[in-house]
Nanobody
Framework: QVQLVESGGGLVQAGGSLGLSCAAS????????MGWFRQAPGKEREFVGR???????YYADSVRGRFTISRDNAENTAYLQMNGLKPEDAAVYYC?????????????????WGQGTQVTVSS
């Protein structure tokens, strides 16, 4: 049984930083592509970034240069470090896992999803 458990969300002031974790079980984060998505109220879920099994990372234009995805193979955990947060970054953030080693920016290409964690950015 695959489980993805996110943690680390919270309230932060604009310009601040927050780190999210995604602890995986039933899969290994260095053999499956891991993605991060977010969904704000009234909006569709959108791609934030992903890390392939080989370690290559990709980011949405809106977060490139501010957000960093990484992983700890020993902990079987993926991370999303968010710096320079803006009010428009506020959303529920989800981690997701694909069944293959590479990923895409499409949510439909990810099979497993975490429960989500709320990120609130005050202006």
């Amino acid at each position: 049984q695959v489980q993805l458990v996110e943690s680390g969300g919270g309230l932060v002031q604009a310009g601040g930083s927050l780190g999210l974790s995604c602890a995986a079980s039933g899969i290994t984060v260095n053999t499956n592509a891991m993605g991060w998505f977010r969904q704000a109220p009234g909006k569709e879920r959108e791609f934030v970034g992903r890390i392939h099994a080989g370690g290559t990372t990709y980011y949405a234009d809106s977060v490139r240069g501010r957000f960093t995805i990484s992983r700890d193979n020993a902990e079987n955990t993926a991370y999303l470090q968010m710096n320079g947060l803006k009010p428009e970054d506020a959303a529920v953030y989800y981690c997701a896992a694909a069944t293959v080693s590479w990923g895409t920016s499409r949510s439909n290409d990810y099979t497993y999803w975490g429960q989500g964690t709320q990120v609130t950015v005050s202006s």
